[in-house]
């Protein structure tokens, strides 16, 4: 699946995803993404997408644990980066 159409089908990109669409290390946008300085907000979400609304503040389970959550962002974010950047 190419950029246009990975941005066409989704409404959040991983980290890796938005890496390989701007041409960047995914290495580097995980580092910029921990030290706040990625220019956009990074949504915190679940692993299972369809949970992940219900899941986004990581409750812990009932034996304690935080939930795993993957980070994303949005691709009308993504949108206006790229338009910026043309």
């Known amino acids: 699946?190419?950029?246009?159409?990975?941005?066409?089908?989704?409404v959040l990109v991983t980290l890796s995803e938005?890496?390989?669409?701007?041409g960047q290390s995914v290495e580097g946008v995980r580092?910029?993404?921990?030290?706040?300085?990625?220019?956009?907000?990074?949504?915190h979400?679940?692993?299972?997408?369809d949970t992940a609304q219900a899941n986004l503040d990581a409750e812990p389970d009932a034996d304690?644990?935080?939930k795993r959550r993957r980070r994303y962002i949005r691709v009308s974010?993504?949108?206006?980066?790229l338009e910026v950047a043309a």
């Open 77 to 81: 974010d993504v949108r206006r980066m």
């Open 1 to 10: 699946m190419n950029a246009e159409q990975l941005l066409q089908s989704r």
């Open 18 to 22: 938005f890496a390989q669409i701007t």
């Open 64 to 66: 304690g644990k935080r």
């Open 31 to 43: 580092n910029r993404a921990d030290d706040g300085t990625l220019g956009m907000p990074v949504v």
């Open 45 to 49: 979400a679940a692993l299972d997408l």
